[in-house]
């Protein structure tokens, strides 16, 4: 009979020691509620509900206007970069913060000054904002930190302020057109400049506002985010690639407008309509190619500089 009881006494003491096992993961289970599926949906529609009008008219802007025509795809890769990201919430339980609360009662006021005042910028950023604090509201700061990248490229779909998009566009138009001056005459074909104006022999090319380079600016600046998110780990080298688009951008329109004014001496019909179009995509492409180049350029460089230090 002594082996059966000392049977018995080995079950307890496994039962005893494993339910604390089981407490802890019952708790687990109980702790991410805050963060759960269910949660994540109501949140979204009472965000949806508050924040309906805002979001349909901004969308509509994407559409209409040709410079925020990549805040179609900002909220698809943001959500995209947060679903890769998932796996490193798996094992932290949510931390509730109520500092996340009053981030989006300011959110809350803000849309409401700006309702007050037809402030589209304020209304939309604060949509923005409000995400950020019901992450922290719910995950904690952990989940904010995690995140972090994601809730900063939905900025990347609001249009920037009128008052800072006038500042913009005028000296990038005239960048644009001093640089296209000095290609066309290194090509030998007359050219007067007079402010953003290029008078040529068969063609008079003012570059407008849509020809500012702004649009490229805006649209490089995003993809060169996700670009060095995707496939550069050392964040100096993004912040380099990050900054590097302003002169690309600008090379970039600038030959742009100087190849205008160039085949506009052979069919002036070719500097507008769909070939006008069409070529801006192209030299987007061409851009954004310059842009890999480039980093791939550092990446070697480094890589020998290590060689040769090893």
Not at 10 to 15: C, S, T, Y
Not at 80 to 89: D, L, N, V, Y
Not at 256 to 273: C, D, K, Y
Request: glycine share 8%; aromatic share 12%.
């Amino acid at each position: 009979m002594r082996p059966a009881a000392t049977v018995r006494d080995n079950d307890k003491d496994a039962v005893l020691r494993m339910t604390p096992v089981l407490t802890e993961s019952t708790r687990a289970r109980r702790t991410t509620g805050s963060f759960s599926w269910p949660t994540i949906v109501w949140v979204s529609a009472l965000l949806a509900a508050c924040y309906g009008p805002i979001l349909i008219a901004l969308v509509r802007q994407w559409g209409d206007d040709p410079d925020m025509g990549h805040g179609f795809f900002v909220p698809v890769i943001a959500a995209a970069i947060a679903w890769h990201k998932r796996g490193q919430i798996a094992d932290k339980a949510p931390q509730p913060n109520w500092w996340g609360l009053g981030i989006m009662l300011w959110a809350g006021l803000q849309l409401y000054i700006a309702t007050l005042g037809a402030e589209l910028f304020l209304a939309r950023t604060s949509f923005v904002i409000s995400i950020i604090g019901a992450v922290l509201l719910l995950g904690g700061a952990e989940y904010v930190r995690i995140f972090a990248f994601p809730l900063f490229l939905l900025f990347f779909m609001v249009p920037i302020p009128a008052i800072i998009y006038n500042q913009l566009t005028f000296p990038l138009q005239l960048i644009a057109s001093r640089a296209a001056e000095g290609m066309i005459d290194l090509l030998q074909i007359p050219v007067i400049r007079e402010g953003n104006v290029l008078i040529l022999p068969q063609q008079t090319l003012n570059v407008v506002e849509a020809c500012s380079g702004i649009r490229s600016l805006l649209t490089l600046t995003f993809m060169s985010l996700v670009y060095g998110y995707v496939f550069e780990k050392r964040v100096w080298l993004r912040v380099v690639l990050f900054f590097s688009t302003i002169p690309v951008a600008i090379a970039a329109n600038a030959g742009r407008v100087a190849f205008t004014g160039v085949i506009s001496q052979f069919n002036p019909e070719l500097a507008g309509g769909w070939f006008h179009e069409a070529q801006g995509m192209v030299i987007f492409v061409i851009a954004l190619a310059i842009l890999v180049a480039f980093h791939q350029a550092i990446v070697r460089t480094c890589n020998l500089v290590n060689r040769r230090r090893a």
